[in-house]
């Protein structure tokens, strides 16, 4: 499976887009595996550390007091902003979150955000209204469109057990309890793993993971 990225560009004052984040057949190589410790590095802030399985660290959020409760940065290992997690606005009946490349400007904040400030996804939160679907989580759409989604997020987030399946339900990324070499002692809640499929990007799977830990913590 392959995942390309969405970007735009401005040409003509248009707006003309380029590869969007879909997952295609094919693609080879091993699964990677990274733990996830949802604490920050930072003293005094709140967020999450995550580490490759050579002990690098990979990615990093660190909520410091005071800043907006709807937006979540993940920061790559030298603090740069790889994406913005922003909720929509809370009228909906629907928790709706949405994922911007970088770090995402107030322009965004605005009802027509501009072509350079579009999301990369809209996630919207399962409401079972009639115990149908009680396994889905969440749907991912690309860019603002609520209509057809291209990936759902099953299983239960508060017991770290969840995949992430396209629209052919092949699993492309997954949330697991970590477990301790010996004698099959568990880390707890705060520390799991996420693994991703070949060609998955992992900074966007990591983005699925704030959602959920917004959505359900």
């Given at each position: 499976?392959?995942?390309?990225?969405?970007?735009?560009?401005?040409?003509?004052?248009?707006?003309?887009?380029?590869?969007?984040?879909?997952?295609?057949?094919?693609?080879?190589?091993?699964?990677?595996?990274m733990?996830?410790?949802?604490?920050?590095?930072?003293?005094?802030?709140?967020g999450?550390?995550?580490?490759?399985?050579?002990?690098?660290?990979?990615?990093?959020?660190?909520?410091?007091?005071?800043q907006?409760?709807?937006?979540?940065?993940?920061?790559?290992?030298?603090?740069?902003?790889?994406?913005?997690?922003?909720?929509?606005k809370?009228?909906?009946?629907?928790?709706?979150?949405?994922?911007?490349?970088?770090?995402?400007?107030?322009?965004?904040?605005?009802?027509?955000?501009?072509?350079?400030?579009?999301?990369?996804?809209?996630?919207?939160?399962?409401?079972?209204?009639?115990?149908?679907?009680q396994?889905?989580?969440?749907?991912?759409?690309?860019?603002?469109?609520?209509?057809?989604?291209?990936?759902?997020?099953?299983?239960?987030?508060?017991?770290?057990?969840?995949?992430?399946?396209?629209?052919?339900?092949?699993?492309?990324?997954?949330?697991?309890?970590?477990?301790?070499?010996?004698?099959?002692?568990?880390?707890?809640?705060e520390?799991?793993?996420?693994?991703?499929?070949?060609?998955?990007?992992?900074?966007?799977?990591m983005?699925?993971?704030?959602?959920l830990?917004?959505?359900?913590?």
């Amino acid at each position: 499976m392959l995942f390309r990225r969405l970007r735009s560009r401005t040409v003509h004052h248009e707006r003309q887009p380029e590869e969007e984040y879909i997952a295609t057949g094919g693609g080879g190589g091993e699964w990677r595996s990274m733990t996830v410790w949802r604490k920050s590095l930072v003293f005094s802030c709140t967020g999450f550390t995550v580490i490759d399985s050579c002990g690098d660290l990979v990615y990093r959020v660190d909520n410091y007091i005071g800043q907006r409760p709807g937006e979540v940065i993940l920061m790559d290992a030298s603090g740069k902003s790889v994406l913005t997690v922003r909720r929509r606005k809370k009228l909906r009946p629907v928790e709706n979150w949405q994922v911007y490349e970088g770090e995402a400007g107030d322009a965004c904040r605005t009802s027509r955000p501009s072509s350079q400030n579009q999301p990369i996804c809209t996630v919207k939160k399962h409401l079972n209204l009639l115990n149908a679907n009680q396994n889905v989580l969440a749907y991912v759409f690309l860019g603002n469109s609520d209509k057809r989604y291209t990936y759902r997020i099953e299983g239960s987030y508060p017991n770290r057990s969840c995949k992430v399946l396209d629209s052919s339900r092949r699993v492309v990324a997954e949330i697991k309890r970590k477990e301790a070499m010996n004698e099959g002692v568990s880390f707890g809640l705060e520390v799991f793993l996420l693994v991703v499929c070949p060609g998955f990007d992992s900074g966007f799977a990591m983005a699925l993971i704030l959602l959920l830990d917004k959505m359900f913590s």
